[in-house]
């Protein structure tokens, strides 16, 4: 079975700091993607790597960014986290198949106060 | 940049009917067009795919049928039960290097017993 784990299901944190979100996959997978889920607005897709240390950015990258320095592990980063960033983040990998099916992990509510 | 169009945005029947959820998608090079449920609180998961080489797929109560030529696909749920109530989502893939699934905005199906 494949697994997708995220760091925290539920994180708090203050306007300004710098924000963290893990994503780890065990399947070796070459694509991560991170999206965040807002009501009516569905799944929107910020960051996705197909690759060790590549990144493309997706429909709404302002105020994030990502790496992915190993290939089962990617990050999102908050540089200077805002309220209008609170929401539901879901990261996602999928295999080599192209194009194939994507597992998405349990997803990291975050609050910024 | 490419869509993909999801409707309805809700959708209530009563037990034991059907239900249709359809998409609309802009780009002629997807080929990969898969639905996933995300239930309350919990993760998405895929359901049933179908490439482009075929029109039409099943698997018992769901099936999903696609037209190339209207860019449009459809998840058809029949004998519906309380615990197919979720949202679910539609995407569209293609085999073009770099590119990610596009999202549909989501369904919130209601099944009252």
């Known amino acids: 079975d494949v697994k997708v784990t995220q760091s925290s299901r539920y994180l708090v944190k203050r306007t300004g700091e710098k924000v963290f979100l893990e994503c780890v996959q065990d399947?070796?997978?070459?694509?991560m993607f991170w999206y965040r889920q807002d009501p009516g607005l569905g799944l929107r897709l910020i960051y996705f790597?197909?690759?060790?240390?590549?990144?493309e950015k997706g429909d709404i990258p302002e105020g994030y960014s990502v790496s992915r320095e190993k290939k089962e592990r990617f990050s999102l980063i908050l540089e200077s986290a805002s309220t209008n960033q609170t929401s539901m983040y879901l990261c996602?990998?999928?295999?080599?198949?192209?194009?194939?099916?994507?597992?998405f992990g349990p997803g990291t509510r975050l609050t910024v106060l | 940049g490419e869509n993909v169009e999801q409707h309805p945005s809700t959708l209530s029947v009563q037990e034991g009917d059907s239900a249709v959820i359809k998409c609309t998608y802009s780009?002629?090079?997807?080929?990969?067009f898969p639905w996933y449920k995300q239930e309350l609180g919990k993760r998405p998961q895929l359901i049933i795919d179908?490439?482009?080489?075929?029109g039409e797929k099943k698997d018992q109560r769901i099936a999903v049928t696609l037209n190339k030529t209207a860019k449009h696909f459809s998840l058809h749920i029949t004998e519906t039960q309380p615990e197919d109530s979720a949202v679910y989502f539609c995407?569209?893939?293609?085999?073009?290097?770099?590119?990610?699934?596009?999202f549909g905005k989501g369904t919130t199906l209601s099944v009252s017993s």
């Open positions: 996602a990998s999928s295999g080599s198949g192209s194009p194939d099916t994507q597992y």
């Open positions: 399947m070796d997978h070459e694509n």
């Open positions: 790597s197909y690759d060790v240390k590549m990144k």
């Open positions: 780009d002629s090079a997807s080929n990969y």
């Open positions: 179908i490439r482009s080489n075929v």
């Open positions: 995407a569209a893939g293609s085999n073009q290097a770099g590119t990610a699934l596009i």
